[in-house]
């Protein structure tokens, strides 16, 4: 339903509000996130990429994968479609910048799968290229 354009964004918000109540939990958390991050507003989806690749977070694992699996969708691809490039810019400064299980996450979620074009690949070798040898978890991620 929050992926949904044919509903009104003000309706979920206050759906959520109204389930969610008081509860303070972590899954409760982590749901709201999805499910601000599902909403095809433009806005909302820079504010969550926002806080997915800032690097000074101290967000959790779980709110950020959170935020992750509900940020793409097929049906909101006119508004997803920018971040496909913005996921090669933020890849290397994300990787150095957090633990494993977090990029792992990223790449899974991130790597533009639901439209693949020939620059995509280009980026993704440029990166390889870029990358050295010693880095063998890197390299994993993106082979």
Same mark, same amino acid.
């Given at each position: 339903?929050?992926?949904?354009?044919?509903?009104?964004?003000?309706?979920?918000?206050?759906?959520?509000?109204?389930?969610?109540?008081?509860?303070?939990?972590?899954?409760?958390?982590?749901?709201?996130?999805?499910?601000?991050?599902?909403?095809?507003?433009?806005?909302?989806? &820079?504010?969550?990429?926002?806080?997915?690749?800032?690097?000074?977070?101290?967000?959790?694992?779980?709110?950020?994968?959170?935020?992750?699996?509900?940020?793409?969708?097929?049906?909101?691809?006119?508004?997803?479609?920018?971040?496909?490039?913005?996921?090669?810019? &933020?890849?290397?400064?994300?990787?150095?910048?957090?633990?494993?299980?977090?990029?792992?996450?990223?790449?899974?979620?991130?790597?533009?799968?639901?439209?693949?074009?020939?620059?995509?690949?280009?980026?993704?070798?440029?990166?390889?290229?870029?990358?050295?040898?010693?880095?063998?978890?890197?390299?994993?991620?993106?082979?």
């Amino acid at each position: 339903m929050f992926a949904e354009p044919a509903i009104d964004n003000e309706f979920k918000v206050k759906l959520l509000q109204e389930t969610v109540g008081d509860e303070k939990s972590d899954i409760v958390e982590n749901v709201v996130a999805t499910c601000m991050s599902l909403m095809p507003a433009e806005e909302r989806k &820079a504010k969550v990429w926002g806080q997915i690749t800032d690097l000074n977070s101290q967000e959790s694992l779980f709110v950020k994968t959170a935020r992750m699996e509900g940020f793409y969708n097929f049906k909101q691809m006119e508004m997803i479609r920018p971040y496909f490039d913005e996921f090669f810019k &933020a890849l290397k400064p994300l990787y150095y910048s957090f633990q494993f299980q977090f990029v792992e996450s990223f790449v899974a979620n991130f790597l533009p799968l639901l439209e693949i074009k020939d620059a995509h690949i280009v980026k993704l070798y440029e990166i390889k290229l870029d990358t050295p040898d010693s880095e063998v978890s890197f390299m994993k991620l993106i082979d």
